[in-house]
C-alpha cells in the first residue's frame, strides 16, 4: 500500500509536470498558456512588490466581516425561524427564494447602495452567506428532540436559558456545517465582488492581470484564492467540525 | 435524434454563413470620444465608406476601453483599432511576434486632472488619504496618473499606500464626481470637459502642461499585421481619408461638433451639450503623427509600472507605417 500523502504528491508534481511540458510544447503562445514557472515568478513578483500581501489582508478582512454578520445574522434569523411559526411561514419561505440568488447578483445594488467601498463588498459577501447559515440553524433547531426542550421548560428555563443554554448547543453540529457552508459562499462572494467592484484585493489584481492581458498573474492568483479556501476549510472548518462531531457523539 | 439532427444542420448552416460574411469583411474599433473624432467624423462623413469602396463591408465597433480593443484584436474579432499610446504597447509587445503594430497617429493630447469642487487639492502633496480615478488598468491616463503619483512619492493603496487609484469606466467616474465620492479624475476628453462645466470640478491642470513641446501621443491607428498585408489596397484607402479627415478636423471645428454629436446621438442615443464638445475639440490636437518620443516614454512608465511583464521591453518593430515593413 502506497501511503495517501506520496500519492497526493506524485500526483501534484505529475501535474506540475504535465502543464510545463505542454507549455514548452508551444502548443499555445506562452502569453495565452504560461509555464508553471511563469506563474511562481509571478508571484514572488507580486510578493517583492506587497501587492499580493495587501491584496490578500483586503480580502480576508473583507471576508472575515463579512462572514462574521452572516454567522451571527443567520443564527439569530434562524432560531427565529424554528421558534416562530409565523416568521418561518412568511420569512422562511422568503430566505429560500434568497438563497437561490448568487451572490455577485447583489453587486449592482451593493455599488448603487454603498458605491466603491468595502462596505459594498462586506455586504455582498454577508448576503451571501447568511442563508445557508439560517437555513442549517433552522433545521438543527426544528431537529431537536422535543422531550429536551419540555424538560428545559418544566425546568423552568427562560427565553434566554433556552437559546443559549438548550436551543444553540443541541442544534451546534448543525450550525457549525452552516457556518462551513457559509465561508465557502462568502469566499466565492468576496472574490466575485471584487472582480466586479474592481477596488482593491485579490478580485482586483485579477482584473489587473485581465486587463493587462497577463495570464501568469491570473493563474497565480486563482492559485492563491484555492490556496486560501483549502487552507481556512482544512484547518479551521474541518479540524472544529471533526472535533464537535465526536463531541456529540455523531462519529 | 431528429432535434440533434436539426441542430447539426443549423450549426453547419451557421458555420457556412460565417465563412461568407468573413470574405472582404473590415472591422474597425474606435470610442465615441472626442480623441476619436477622425473615425466617428469620418464615419459621420461616409467618406470612410467611400473610400475603401462597395465590395468591401465595413463594420464598426464601438469600444469604451483600449484593453477591451485589444483583447479583440488578439482574438481576431477585429482588424483595426483606434486606442491610445499604453494599449498599443502592451498589445504590440503581448501579441504573438508583434503581430499587432501602429499603423498611424490620430491625436494628440486631450487628457486632464480635475479636482473635486469639495476637494481642497491644490497640489501633488495634497494627494495623500484621497480617492481618484483613471480608466482601466494600462490605459494611457491610468498610466499618467500613476507615474504622476510615483514622480510624488505617493503609492497606491493596492501596494500599502495612501491613494485608492479607482479603474473605472467613464460614466462611472461622472457618478462618482456627483456623489462626491472621489477626491479627483484623470480623464480623456470629453469627460475631462464635462467634469470641469456640469459639476465644477476645477481643472488643476492638462496633460500636455506636463509634456515637452505640449505634445503626446493619446490615439493612435492599430492593425492586425496580417489583415494589412492581405488587404493593401484597404488599408491605404483607409489611412488616406484618415489623414484628410484630421485635416478636415483642424480646419472646420464647428461643422466637426455638428457630425461629432449626430454620430454620438444615433450611435448611443444621446449627444453631448455642444459647448462641451466645442472646448474638448479644441483640448485636441488632430495629428497622424505618431509623436513617437511620447510614446517611448510611456512604455518606459508602464515598465516601471510593472505592466510590461517582467523580462524587458524591445519597441523594435512598433510601427509599420506607408509601406515600411
Given at each position: 500500500?502506497?501511503?495517501?500523502?506520496t500519492?497526493?504528491?506524485?500526483?501534484?508534481?505529475?501535474l506540475?509536470?504535465?502543464?510545463?511540458?505542454?507549455?514548452m510544447?508551444?502548443?499555445?503562445?506562452?502569453?495565452?498558456?504560461?509555464?508553471?514557472?511563469?506563474?511562481?515568478?509571478d508571484?514572488?513578483?507580486m510578493?517583492?512588490?506587497?501587492?499580493?500581501?495587501?491584496?490578500?489582508?483586503?480580502?480576508?478582512?473583507?471576508?472575515?466581516?463579512g462572514f462574521?454578520?452572516?454567522a451571527?445574522?443567520?443564527?439569530?434569523?434562524?432560531?427565529?425561524?424554528?421558534?416562530?411559526?409565523?416568521v418561518?411561514?412568511?420569512?422562511?419561505?422568503?430566505?429560500?427564494?434568497l438563497?437561490s440568488?448568487?451572490?455577485?447578483?447583489?453587486?449592482?445594488?451593493?455599488?448603487?447602495?454603498?458605491?466603491?467601498?468595502?462596505?459594498?463588498?462586506?455586504?455582498?459577501?454577508?448576503?451571501?452567506?447568511?442563508?445557508?447559515?439560517?437555513?442549517?440553524?433552522?433545521?438543527?433547531?426544528?431537529?431537536?428532540?422535543?422531550?429536551y426542550?419540555e424538560?428545559?421548560r418544566?425546568?423552568?428555563?427562560?427565553?434566554r436559558?433556552?437559546?443559549?443554554?438548550?436551543?444553540?448547543?443541541?442544534a451546534?453540529?448543525?450550525?457549525i456545517?452552516?457556518?462551513?457552508?457559509?465561508?465557502?459562499?462568502?469566499?466565492?462572494?468576496v472574490?466575485?465582488?471584487?472582480?466586479?467592484?474592481?477596488?482593491?484585493?485579490l478580485?482586483?489584481?485579477l482584473?489587473?492581470?485581465r486587463?493587462?492581458?497577463?495570464?501568469?498573474?491570473?493563474?497565480?492568483?486563482?492559485?492563491?484564492?484555492?490556496g486560501?479556501?483549502?487552507g481556512?476549510?482544512g484547518?479551521?472548518?474541518?479540524?472544529?467540525e471533526?472535533?464537535?462531531?465526536?463531541?456529540?457523539?455523531?462519529? | 435524434?431528429?432535434?440533434?439532427g436539426?441542430?447539426?444542420v443549423?450549426?453547419?448552416?451557421y458555420a457556412?454563413?460565417l465563412?461568407d460574411?468573413?470574405e472582404n469583411?473590415?472591422?474597425?474599433?474606435?470610442f465615441?470620444?472626442?480623441?476619436?473624432?477622425?473615425?466617428?467624423?469620418?464615419?459621420?462623413m461616409g467618406?470612410f465608406?467611400?473610400s475603401i469602396?462597395e465590395?468591401?463591408?465595413?463594420?464598426?465597433r464601438?469600444?469604451?476601453?483600449?484593453?477591451q480593443?485589444?483583447e479583440?484584436?488578439?482574438?481576431?474579432?477585429?482588424?483595426?483599432?483606434?486606442?491610445?499610446?499604453?494599449?498599443?504597447?502592451?498589445?504590440?509587445?503581448k501579441?504573438?511576434?508583434?503581430s499587432?503594430?501602429?499603423?498611424?497617429?490620430?491625436?494628440?493630447?486631450?487628457?486632464?486632472?480635475?479636482?473635486?469642487?469639495d476637494?481642497?487639492?491644490?497640489?501633488?502633496?495634497?494627494?495623500?488619504?484621497?480617492?481618484?480615478?483613471?480608466p482601466?488598468i494600462?490605459?494611457?491616463q491610468d498610466?499618467?496618473?500613476?507615474?504622476?503619483?510615483?514622480?510624488?512619492?505617493?503609492?497606491p493603496?493596492?501596494?500599502?499606500?495612501s491613494?485608492?487609484v479607482?479603474n473605472?469606466?467613464?460614466?462611472?467616474?461622472?457618478?462618482l464626481?456627483v456623489?462626491?465620492?472621489i477626491?479627483?479624475?484623470?480623464?480623456?476628453e470629453?469627460?475631462?470637459?464635462i467634469?470641469?462645466?456640469?459639476?465644477?470640478?476645477?481643472?488643476?491642470f492638462?496633460?500636455?502642461?506636463?509634456?515637452?513641446?505640449?505634445?503626446f501621443?493619446s490615439?493612435?491607428?492599430?492593425?492586425?499585421?496580417?489583415?494589412?498585408?492581405?488587404?493593401?489596397?484597404?488599408?491605404?484607402?483607409?489611412?488616406?481619408?484618415?489623414?484628410s479627415?484630421?485635416?478636415?478636423?483642424?480646419?472646420?471645428?464647428?461643422?466637426?461638433?455638428?457630425?461629432?454629436?449626430?454620430?454620438?446621438?444615433s450611435?448611443?442615443?444621446?449627444?453631448?451639450?455642444?459647448?462641451?464638445?466645442?472646448?474638448?475639440?479644441?483640448n485636441?490636437?488632430?495629428?497622424t503623427?505618431?509623436?513617437?518620443?511620447?510614446i517611448?516614454?510611456?512604455?518606459?512608465?508602464?515598465?516601471?509600472?510593472?505592466?510590461?511583464?517582467?523580462n524587458?521591453?524591445?519597441?523594435?518593430?512598433?510601427?509599420?507605417?506607408?509601406g515600411?515593413?
Amino acid at each position: 500500500m502506497i501511503p495517501l500523502l506520496t500519492k497526493k504528491i506524485a500526483f501534484y508534481v505529475a501535474l506540475i509536470a504535465v502543464w510545463q511540458a505542454v507549455a514548452m510544447s508551444e502548443l499555445w503562445p506562452n502569453n495565452i498558456f504560461p509555464s508553471p514557472y511563469q506563474v511562481v515568478e509571478d508571484l514572488a513578483f507580486m510578493a517583492s512588490d506587497g501587492s499580493l500581501f495587501h491584496g490578500m489582508g483586503t480580502s480576508l478582512f473583507r471576508l472575515v466581516s463579512g462572514f462574521l454578520i452572516a454567522a451571527l445574522g443567520g443564527l439569530v434569523l434562524g432560531i427565529f425561524m424554528a421558534r416562530v411559526k409565523i416568521v418561518d411561514q412568511t420569512i422562511g419561505s422568503l430566505v429560500l427564494g434568497l438563497q437561490s440568488i448568487p451572490s455577485v447578483a447583489w453587486v449592482p445594488l451593493a455599488i448603487l447602495w454603498f458605491g466603491l467601498t468595502d462596505e459594498g463588498i462586506i455586504f455582498v459577501t454577508a448576503i451571501g452567506a447568511i442563508f445557508a447559515v439560517t437555513i442549517n440553524t433552522s433545521s438543527g433547531i426544528q431537529n431537536i428532540n422535543p422531550h429536551y426542550i419540555e424538560a428545559a421548560r418544566n425546568m423552568g428555563a427562560n427565553g434566554r436559558d433556552m437559546v443559549i443554554r438548550l436551543l444553540i448547543p443541541a442544534a451546534f453540529p448543525y450550525v457549525i456545517s452552516g457556518f462551513k457552508q457559509g465561508w465557502a459562499f462568502a469566499w466565492r462572494g468576496v472574490i466575485g465582488a471584487e472582480l466586479l467592484f474592481s477596488f482593491l484585493g485579490l478580485g482586483f489584481l485579477l482584473n489587473v492581470g485581465r486587463q493587462l492581458n497577463d495570464v501568469s498573474q491570473i493563474i497565480a492568483i486563482m492559485i492563491l484564492i484555492m490556496g486560501i479556501g483549502i487552507g481556512i476549510d482544512g484547518f479551521v472548518f474541518k479540524k472544529v467540525e471533526d472535533r464537535v462531531m465526536s463531541r456529540w457523539g455523531l462519529r | 435524434m431528429a432535434c440533434a439532427g436539426a441542430v447539426m444542420v443549423g450549426l453547419a448552416v451557421y458555420a457556412t454563413m460565417l465563412e461568407d460574411s468573413n470574405e472582404n469583411r473590415f472591422r474597425v474599433a474606435f470610442f465615441p470620444n472626442v480623441a476619436h473624432a477622425i473615425p466617428v467624423i469620418g464615419m459621420e462623413m461616409g467618406s470612410f465608406e467611400r473610400s475603401i469602396g462597395e465590395e468591401v463591408n465595413l463594420e464598426v465597433r464601438l469600444f469604451d476601453s483600449g484593453p477591451q480593443a485589444i483583447e479583440a484584436l488578439f482574438s481576431g474579432s477585429i482588424d483595426m483599432a483606434y486606442v491610445g499610446p499604453g494599449p498599443a504597447i502592451n498589445g504590440f509587445l503581448k501579441s504573438t511576434d508583434g503581430s499587432v503594430r501602429i499603423i498611424s497617429g490620430a491625436a494628440s493630447g486631450g487628457s486632464s486632472f480635475v479636482i473635486h469642487p469639495d476637494s481642497q487639492i491644490a497640489q501633488a502633496s495634497d494627494l495623500h488619504n484621497t480617492r481618484i480615478s483613471a480608466p482601466q488598468i494600462g490605459n494611457s491616463q491610468d498610466i499618467s496618473l500613476r507615474h504622476y503619483l510615483a514622480q510624488h512619492n505617493l503609492v497606491p493603496a493596492e501596494k500599502g499606500g495612501s491613494v485608492t487609484v479607482l479603474n473605472i469606466a467613464n460614466p462611472d467616474t461622472y457618478t462618482l464626481f456627483v456623489k462626491g465620492e472621489i477626491d479627483a479624475a484623470w480623464v480623456p476628453e470629453p469627460w475631462a470637459t464635462i467634469l470641469v462645466e456640469e459639476l465644477n470640478g476645477h481643472r488643476l491642470f492638462h496633460e500636455e502642461e506636463l509634456w515637452e513641446d505640449g505634445m503626446f501621443a493619446s490615439v493612435v491607428l492599430v492593425a492586425r499585421q496580417q489583415f494589412v498585408e492581405e488587404n493593401p489596397e484597404t488599408v491605404s484607402a483607409w489611412l488616406k481619408t484618415h489623414n484628410s479627415t484630421a485635416h478636415w478636423i483642424r480646419e472646420n471645428p464647428t461643422e466637426a461638433r455638428e457630425l461629432f454629436n449626430k454620430y454620438v446621438e444615433s450611435e448611443l442615443g444621446r449627444a453631448f451639450p455642444d459647448g462641451i464638445i466645442d472646448i474638448a475639440l479644441q483640448n485636441i490636437h488632430f495629428t497622424t503623427d505618431t509623436v513617437s518620443t511620447s510614446i517611448d516614454v510611456f512604455a518606459e512608465r508602464a515598465d516601471a509600472l510593472g505592466y510590461l511583464g517582467r523580462n524587458g521591453y524591445n519597441l523594435e518593430g512598433l510601427y509599420m507605417i506607408s509601406g515600411s515593413p
